[in-house]
């Protein structure tokens, strides 16, 4: 990818009774959202959506990745994926590549808890503005009924 190009993909997800449940989405160097959630509790069906954002919103994005200074971290000391889940994340930026890989993460005791709580926490933050960001952006773009 060249300099310019910036991508970003978030996975979390479990195989367990239902099935294979996870949440997914990804920011595509075009501008492209795309989302999916997927559980079968209750026979619920998978929920996709996609949309393209503004170059705007993907200097924001860009902004909350930068000032989480997760680009700095390593995920060697993390929690390795389990069989209660796994979570990635894949960013590209500013000419770095990289990819994170651990457990579920149930609330910051878990955090404090790892060998690398500083690097945990990061992500562990990141990942929360990341859902909140991503959540708004999903609502405002599929409103049923606009206020």
């Not at 389990?82 to 960013?91: N, V, Y």
């Not at 579920?104 to 500083?118: Q, Y």
């Not at 990061?122 to 991503?134: I, M, P, S």
Request: net charge neutral.
């Amino acid at each position: 990818m060249s300099s310019g190009d910036f991508y970003m993909r978030y996975y979390v997800g479990h195989k367990g009774k239902f099935g294979h449940e996870f949440l997914e989405f990804e920011f595509r160097p075009d501008g492209k959202l795309r989302y999916a959630n997927n559980s079968n509790y209750k026979n619920d069906t998978m929920i996709r959506k996609e949309c393209s954002v503004s170059p705007s919103v993907l200097k924001e994005l860009s902004r909350i990745i930068e000032e989480a200074e997760i680009m700095y971290e390593d995920d060697k000391m993390w929690p390795a994926p389990d069989r209660i889940g796994r979570q990635e994340l894949e960013i590209v930026h500013n000419n770095q590549h990289i990819c994170f890989n651990t457990s579920k993460i149930g609330s910051l005791v878990d955090v404090n808890g790892s060998k690398d709580p500083d690097g945990l926490r990061a992500f562990y933050y990141l990942v929360q503005d990341l859902k909140c960001f991503v959540f708004s952006l999903i609502g405002l773009h599929f409103k049923i009924k606009p206020i």
